[in-house]
Nanobody, 122 residues
Framework: QLVESGGGSVQAGGPLRLSCAAS????????MGWFRQAPGKEREGVAV???????KYADSVKGRFAISQDNARLMWYLQMNSLKPEDTAMYYC???????????????????WGPGTQVTVS
């Protein structure tokens, strides 16, 4: 089970940190991704991190967002800085067991999804 938290309303230029709590997983190797979906748009990958702390970001958030993890607590974070109105979306965390190779933004790879948390930037 995955549960996101930390969403809310923020002014443009401000920061926000999202959290994703996982329970019931015993993967030794995994990919954890943050995705978002704005109204009327397709869901898109924002950032991914694997169990070796390899990270990848969408071009639209590079330099502004940072993904991190606390493996011991099964917690993942998305620090979002310099937020823009176009970052407004429902944000989801997702997880899949990885068997090698780089993490992907392909949604069909992900086995588990959280219900999402809304981020609104005005």
């Amino acid at each position: 089970q995955l549960v996101e938290s930390g969403g809310g309303s923020v002014q443009a230029g401000g920061p926000l940190r999202l959290s994703c709590a996982a329970s019931g997983f015993t993967y030794s190797s995994y990919c954890m991704g943050w995705f978002r979906q704005a109204p009327g748009k397709e869901r898109e990958g924002v950032a991914v991190i694997d169990s070796d702390a390899y990270t990848k970001y969408a071009d639209s958030v590079k330099g502004r967002f940072a993904i991190s993890q606390d493996n011991a607590r099964l917690m993942w974070y998305l620090q979002m800085n310099s937020l823009k109105p176009e970052d407004t979306a429902m944000y989801y965390c997702a997880l899949y067991e990885a068997y090698g190779g780089k993490c992907s933004f392909r949604e069909d790879f992900y086995d588990y999804w959280g219900p999402g948390t809304q981020v609104t930037v005005s």
